[in-house]
């Protein structure tokens, strides 16, 4: 073969290489998955999209997004309530099973809480729906049920005016009922009317604040710990027990914080 039948093969190997690339005849790199270190794109179906998702220990977003990337890996994603104020709704998590480049769908619904506040406290709560009276607790009550309450919710109190408020459907919700004596001329019903003195509310508010500050620190370290139990089951590194030991302990002495200061408040409520 010449020198110009040489090279016009040479032109023609690559291009009918290039030819069976493109209808798919070779099985090229070019048409391998995506990378192994990519992310898993996880949708969250949940009745609480105001809460905010972790993948393992790792804030990624809020559950209302419509995709969230996570890093490969992964072994659970945790939901948590976002505010301060709704402490009683506990994390929930669910494992992740997927590669990376993967999308997948999680669903996680919360349980419906209602908190019943009255004043004065002590009050008896009922559920009135289809004609019937289902009684709940006495206040301060925190009522959890798997589906929205239906009817009303009725607080009543000997001495005092009943007064009925509708449940609600969000996952969190909280009602506080003030109850009117039903005559102000009577001095039993006096003795709970009288509202507690302004000088001394900063020690409830100080009581409470100190309560969930401590309860968000004491959610934090137990998270760590669990993370660094799941890491040392996989390892059995012995150099990771007292890191363990030393985020349990942060844990339970914020937990004794916040029990201390739900423990100020509830005995200033019953003092008043």
């Not at 939901?79 to 402490?87: E, F, G, I």
């Not at 004609?131 to 589906?147: C, D, F, M, N, Q």
Request: hydrophobic share 45%; aromatic share 8%.
């Amino acid at each position: 073969m010449n020198k110009s039948g040489r090279i016009a093969l040479l032109w023609r190997a690559p291009c009918g290489v290039l030819w069976l690339l493109g209808a798919g005849l070779l099985p090229a790199r070019a048409q391998e998955a995506a990378p192994a270190d990519g992310p898993v794109y996880v949708h969250i179906d949940t009745n609480f999209p105001e809460a905010l998702v972790f993948a393992d220990s790792v804030l990624v977003g809020g559950a209302s997004r419509a995709m969230l990337a996570v890093p490969a890996g992964t072994r659970s994603i945790r939901l948590t309530a976002p505010r301060p104020d709704a402490w009683s709704i506990a994390p929930i998590a669910r494992p992740l099973h997927a590669a990376a480049g993967d999308t997948v769908r999680v669903a996680i619904d919360f349980p419906y809480h209602y908190r019943i506040e009255s004043e004065p406290f002590g009050a008896d709560v009922f559920l009135e729906r289809s004609g019937e009276r289902l009684a709940v607790g006495a206040t301060p009550l925190l009522h959890r049920a798997e589906a929205p309450l239906e009817g009303r919710i009725l607080v009543r109190r000997n001495g005092y005016v009943s007064r009925s408020v509708q449940p609600g459907k969000a996952v969190w919700n909280r009602h506080v009922v003030r109850l009117e004596p039903t005559s102000a001329r009577d001095p039993a019903a006096g003795l709970h009317a009288n509202p507690p003195r302004r000088r001394r509310a900063w020690i409830d508010y100080a009581a409470l604040g100190a309560a969930l500050a401590a309860g968000a620190v004491a959610v934090r370290y137990k998270f760590k710990a669990d993370d660094l139990a799941d890491e040392y089951e996989r390892t059995r590194n012995p150099a990771l027990t007292s890191r363990i030991e030393t985020h349990d302990f942060r844990a339970a002495a914020a937990f004794g914080v916040m029990q201390g200061g739900i423990g100020i408040f509830a005995i200033r409520l019953a003092l008043r």
